[in-house]
Nanobody
Framework: VQLQASGGGLVQAGGSLRLSCAAS??????MGWFRQAPGKGRRIVAA????????YYTDSVKGRFTISRDNAKNTLYLQMNSLKPEDTAVYYC??????????????????WGQGTLVTVSS
């Protein structure tokens, strides 16, 4: 089982990036994106259930980020618009075998990607 995150980079404030996470080895239920800024803990950004019908966002990204998945391609996405310097972090994709009642804790995810760095300059 492998999760391969990509799409990070350097962007100016107000710009956009699209992260992708290609999954292989099995299908997944709930999937999510986490981020870890320098000197801070890993925090959830957004999550999506296996059916792709239900999504969750942390308050700071609501209205700016969109999580989606293509189950046929076994790929997770995070469209990030109106980026701010405080969005600078390493972004990780995460997945679990089935859906979860509570999606906020990193501990419920069984599989993790390697991380992709997003840097937003002011």
């Amino acid at each position: 089982v492998q999760l391969q995150a990509s799409g990070g980079g350097l962007v100016q404030a107000g710009g956009s990036l699209r992260l992708s996470c290609a999954a292989s080895g099995r299908t997944f239920g709930t999937m999510g994106w986490f981020r870890q800024a320098p000197g801070k803990g890993r925090r959830i950004v957004a999550a999506i259930r296996g059916s792709a019908e239900i999504t969750y966002y942390t308050d700071s990204v609501k209205g700016r980020f969109t999580i989606s998945r293509d189950n046929a391609k076994n790929t997770l996405y995070l469209q990030m618009n109106s980026l701010k310097p405080e969005d600078t972090a390493v972004y990780y994709c995460a997945a679990r075998a089935g859906d979860a009642v509570s999606i906020w804790s990193a501990s419920i995810y069984n599989y993790w990607g390697q991380g992709t760095l997003v840097t937003v300059s002011s």
